[in-house]
């Protein structure tokens, strides 16, 4: 085929399957309530070892139930395919599903009023059985990460009020200054089987850490205040050596 006939027959073809797409979309006309009906797949990871995936699925609450977000219920399904099975069930949320090194375990963030009002760390086993509670947080997780051996957890946590503080709200003189008694974003870390948690981190706010490969450091980022303009404008990365 010569130049000219292969510029002729690719903008053809295009057309061809452009009128098609077109053709199958008016046949298939997108609703409101099929927008609205939508489930979507979010935080997928695949195991250690390649042979399972975990992933979150969100699905609308129905006409009946009562108001709120979106159910986001934990499922495994294989790599190679087949069908998913469902590890946790709505009322309870999960979210940022995480691997053990060993793929025996599944570690997940959960709000479960049963074990704790806050936003905590969870696991459940692979080979069935129920989620247990790993993290302890007197005001909830923001994120966690494993350590590269699976040995510890690390996770980030937002400052509580003081028992002075909630006896003020409690009051009505909840008033706050600007700029003014902030709550950090503070870094723990705990036995990844659940254990207390001590602070690795002083007055500072962290936004984000990352494990180093062989698991004895941990780098961070941090800025002075819990401000958004200190976030964006005045991080800093810090190494942290962790002693065994």
């Known amino acids: 085929m010569n130049r000219n006939r292969f510029a002729r027959v690719v903008p053809a073809a295009v057309l061809a399957l452009f009128l098609t797409v077109v053709a199958y979309a008016q046949q298939q006309t997108?609703?409101?309530?099929?927008?609205?009906?939508?489930?979507?797949v979010t935080a997928a990871t695949i195991d250690p070892a390649g042979k399972n995936i975990a992933y979150v699925l969100t699905t609308p609450r129905g006409a009946d139930e009562d108001a709120g977000g979106r159910y986001s219920e934990l499922f495994v399904i294989p790599a190679a395919g087949g069908a998913a099975k469902q590890f946790t069930f709505k009322p309870n949320n999960a979210s940022t599903p995480q691997w053990s090194p060993d793929g025996k375990w599944i570690y997940?963030?959960?709000?479960?009023?049963?074990?704790?009002?806050q936003n905590e760390v969870y696991r459940i086993p692979i080979d069935?059985?129920?989620?247990?509670?790993?993290?302890?947080?007197?005001?909830?997780?923001r994120q966690f990460k494993l350590s590269p051996d699976g040995k510890w957890l690390a996770y980030t946590m937002t400052d509580a009020a003081t028992a002075a503080e909630k006896n003020d709200t409690k009051k009505g003189a909840d008033v706050q200054g600007v700029d003014k008694n902030f709550k950090q974003h503070r870094l723990y870390i705990q036995a990844a089987g659940g254990d207390e948690a001590k602070a690795l981190t002083g007055d500072m706010s962290v936004w984000d850490f990352e494990w180093s490969p062989d698991g004895g450091q941990i780098i961070f980022q941090a800025s002075a205040t819990p401000r958004t303009d200190d976030s964006f404008m005045f991080k800093k990365f810090i190494w942290l050596r962790l002693t065994a």
């Open 128 to 141: 069935g059985g129920e989620a247990q509670l790993v993290s302890k947080s007197s005001n909830g997780v």
């Open 30 to 40: 997108v609703t409101p309530e099929m927008v609205v009906a939508l489930k979507i």
């Open 108 to 117: 997940f963030a959960s709000r479960r009023k049963e074990f704790d009002e």
